[in-house]
């Protein structure tokens, strides 16, 4: 069965810098690339990471994402607490011939 | 930039039908592959379908395959979503989008309608 695999949570401290993981196989991320996604209870998922390490225009360069193989990543430094909120990646799988998103982080800043 | 306006949602009974439509305020729209992506109370993210620009390919996640159908009418510049056979664990707020993401490559062009909730209960 296909899935990506992000941590369910994590908690940092202002000022502090967070990885985000997202698993995968062959099949998605091995073959496709993975975008990162900002998403506010209410609000429409914000694009923070496009084609693995690409930002979009008007986010901060404190917003990176790497890929290696079958995994990916979101760094965020600088953490502030308007960077509360739910973190996905999402990519292609040939598997499921559709979009598969990760089960989402849920990112508290204390 | 598209702005997009989703509507259709309400309360359904199991087993009943609904429509959700997703207007684009630019005829940039007929260039674009488009998604619907859906999220379930307390739940994360979940891709739903996407068709692409022309209207010749259409996919959708296993568990609504056969009962959902996207379709996009170019001429009103206006996204579909048919759900036939409706089930309780298909209650979501449903979200007309352009994730960043076409059928063969991922960019910066990313729209989200408002979301528009559909629920299924008897």
């Known amino acids: 069965q296909s899935v990506l695999t992000q941590p369910p949570s994590a908690s940092v401290t202002p000022g502090q810098r967070v990885t985000i993981s997202c698993s995968g196989s062959?099949?998605?991320?091995?073959?496709?690339?993975v975008n990162w996604y900002q998403h506010l209870p209410g609000t429409a998922p914000k694009l923070l990471i496009y084609n693995n390490n690409q930002r979009p225009s008007g986010v901060p360069d404190r917003f990176s994402g790497s890929k290696s193989g079958t995994s990916a990543s979101l760094a965020i430094s600088g953490l502030q607490s308007e960077d509360e909120a739910d973190y996905y990646c999402a990519a292609w799988d040939d598997s499921l011939n559709g979009v598969l998103f990760g089960g989402g982080t849920k990112l508290t800043v204390l | 930039q598209v702005h997009l306006v989703g509507s259709g949602g309400g309360v359904v009974q199991p087993g009943r039908s609904l429509r959700l439509s997703c207007a684009a305020s630019?005829?940039?729209?007929?260039?674009?592959?488009m998604h619907w992506v859906r999220q379930a109370p307390g739940k994360g993210l979940e891709w739903v379908a996407v068709?692409?620009?022309?209207?010749?390919?259409?996919y959708y996640v296993d568990s609504v395959k056969g009962r959902f159908t996207i379709s996009r009418d170019t001429s009103k510049n206006t996204l579909y979503l048919q759900m036939n056979g409706l089930r309780p664990e298909d209650t979501a707020v449903y979200y007309c989008?352009?994730?960043?993401?076409?059928?063969?490559?991922?960019?910066?062009?990313?729209?989200w309608g408002q979301g528009t909730l559909v629920t299924v209960s008897s």
């Open positions: 068709i692409s620009y022309d209207g010749n390919n259409k």
């Open positions: 062959s099949s998605n991320i091995g073959s496709h690339a």
């Open positions: 989008a352009r994730p960043g993401m076409s059928l063969t490559v991922t960019d910066a062009r990313n729209y």
């Open positions: 630019t005829l940039i729209f007929s260039v674009y592959d």
